[in-house]
T-cell receptor, first 114, second 113 residues
Framework: GAGVSQSPSNKVTEKGKDVELRCDPI?????LYWYRQSLGQGLEFLIY????????KSGLPSDRFSAERTGGSVSTLTIQRTQQEDSAVYLC????????????FGNGTRLTVT | DQQVKQNSPSLSVQEGRISILNCDYT??????FLWYKKYPAEGPTFLIS?????DKNEDGRFTVFLNKSAKHLSLHIVPSQPGDSAVYFC????????????FGAGTQVVVTP
């Protein structure tokens, strides 16, 4: 079946502009996660959704970052007033609700802030 | 605060030989560990996992070993194949925050003919 889909695959934006990143999880997966990977770094947790609610937003780096999920499916990650340090690959993942089911990642959105 | 560490940024191994990737963690609450494999321009793909109640899990050419007292795990790939060339990430989670995986920085594996 279809995997996790993210769009756009690449985004170049000017410093100070807002961007929206989209994630379409695997159908039926109730949990959805956003991670980011900066150059040469491991994956950094940003936020987790169970259904439409976000029990854990602890990884969002600042109040410029927000995310929502609607209909228990598609999620958007919004970065306002982008800064150069926001440049990274933003990865979305989803998983089944069963205990210890692994995360399935999309191919990510590469964000470059100039 | 890096709770999961992969101290070898790269590993080169000959085709057919064993690849051993190492991972250390600091949080004693971690009870589930995973390895992911990542090719360029793709998302990480799940490879193998192990629960803290086990010390070994095997799946084909891939075996993960867990040493809880040392807070250390390793991934063995036998035999290594050219298609195994990728970045391998170690990840860990605690039961009360499943899915909030802590990742290591990754190890780039290159399998040479």
């Amino acid at each position: 079946g279809a995997g996790v889909s993210q769009s756009p695959s690449n985004k170049v934006t000017e410093k100070g502009k807002d961007v929206e990143l989209r994630c379409d999880p695997i159908s039926g997966h109730t949990a959805l996660y956003w991670y980011r990977q900066s150059l040469g770094q491991g994956l950094e947790f940003l936020i987790y959704f169970q259904g439409n609610s976000a029990p854990d937003k602890s990884g969002l780096p600042s109040d410029r970052f927000s995310a929502e999920r609607t209909g228990g499916s598609v999620s958007t990650l919004t970065i306002q007033r982008t800064q150069q340090e926001d440049s990274a690959v933003y990865l979305c993942a989803s998983r089944e609700s069963s205990y210890n089911s692994p995360l399935h990642f999309g191919n990510g959105t590469r964000l470059t802030v100039t | 605060d890096q709770q999961v560490k992969q101290n070898s940024p790269s590993l080169s191994v000959q085709e057919g030989r064993i690849s051993i990737l190492n991972c250390d963690y600091t949080n004693s609450m971690f009870d589930y560990f995973l390895w992911y494999k990542k090719y360029p321009a793709e998302g990480p793909t799940f490879l193998i996992s192990i629960s803290s109640i086990k010390d070994k899990n095997e799946d084909g050419r891939f075996t993960v070993f867990l040493n809880k007292s040392a807070k250390h795990l390793s991934l063995h790939i036998v035999p290594s194949q050219p298609g195994d060339s990728a970045v391998y990430f170690c990840a860990a989670s605690a039961t009360d925050s499943w899915g909030k995986l802590q990742f290591g920085a990754g190890t780039q594996v290159v399998v040479t003919p």
